[in-house]
């Protein structure tokens, strides 16, 4: 993805649960249209099944994982593209790009299940830029921008007609799972330790590192960091707190382990992060 066409398409890949990405997050907005196949879908605190016909769509910095089954691998398509690809216009319409990320972030629901027309709809503008994207014809790379603009218009017509609650963690999991996260979720600002979660959970320490690893693509101690310093990414940057508040606000103790997780996860400092 280059500064100039911030976009990429990946085109109707097929995922083994070897071959998928470990837990991940990054700067930029991700649409995961899915084809055929099952799996898990591991997005932020939540959990959901992967069924052909679902759209995952995941806000910036946001932790994610897709678990495909090994039996049945899921085959997607998946579009990734920052926010300068979506221009913030004033048009008289009370309506914007970005709106559904964040309605999604705010409800906790990632996940779009689509039937019939809605399904073909979004095959067939999905498939148009990958035409645009091979046939590099005059203004393809508008044209992408603009069919990727008719996706998300779509996508957020079909999300405020058939809102519906959060899925719950599936049966497949543990059903401790979802409590831990859940409880994580609104505490992990505070001092969190394996004894004490593994506890909360009534099942030994061995047991709830090798599922909860196995479950968020991450150990405990990453996990917990993660969330902290996407916490103080979004403090740095609608806040003026001092940073050494800011830190603690997050759950670390120290500066120096402050700022080293800090620059470990987001390749930059602090300081540096905020002045960007």
């Known amino acids: 993805m280059s500064e100039q066409f911030p976009f990429q398409l990946v085109f109707k890949d097929t995922k083994s649960p070897q071959s998928e990405l470990p837990d991940h997050l990054h700067d930029w907005y991700e649409i995961v249209y899915v084809y055929s196949g099952n799996g898990m879908f591991f997005i932020d605190s939540s959990f959901y099944e992967m069924m052909p016909g679902d759209v995952f769509l995941i806000p910036r910095n946001t932790i994610h ?3 495909p089954q090994r039996s049945e691998p899921v085959t997607s398509s998946i579009l990734y593209f920052s926010s300068a690809i979506l221009p913030d216009l004033s048009l008289g319409d009370a309506f914007s790009l970005t709106a559904i990320f964040e309605q999604l972030r705010s409800s906790k629901q990632f996940r779009l299940s689509l039937e019939g027309t809605d399904q073909e709809h979004i095959q067939m503008l999905i498939e148009d830029i990958r035409q645009e ?3 590099v014809q005059q203004g ?9 603009h008719r996706i998300i218009v779509a996508l957020s017509r079909i999300q405020s007609s058939t809102y519906r609650e959060p899925s719950s963690l599936t049966s497949t999991s543990s059903t401790w799972m979802k409590e831990i996260v859940s409880y994580i979720e609104l505490n992990f600002h505070s001092s969190l330790t394996l004894s004490f979660l593994s506890q909360k959970a009534h099942v030994s320490p061995e047991h709830f590192s090798r599922v909860f690893k196995q479950m968020t693509g991450m150990p405990l101690t990453d996990y917990l960091h993660t969330k902290r ?6 403090l740095l940057k609608d806040t003026n707190l001092a940073i050494e508040v800011l830190a603690e606000q997050c759950g ?9 997780i800090f620059k470990k996860i987001t390749g930059k400092t602090p300081a540096v992060y905020r002045r960007r």
Request: charged share 25%; aromatic share 10%.
């Open 140 to 148: 393809s790379r508008y044209a992408v921008m603009l069919t990727l």
């Open 229 to 234: 310093i996407l916490k103080a990414k979004r």
């Open 65 to 67: 994982r897709a678990m």
């Open 252 to 260: 670390f103790q120290s500066m120096p382990h402050f700022h080293r």
């Open 133 to 135: 994207l091979e046939e």
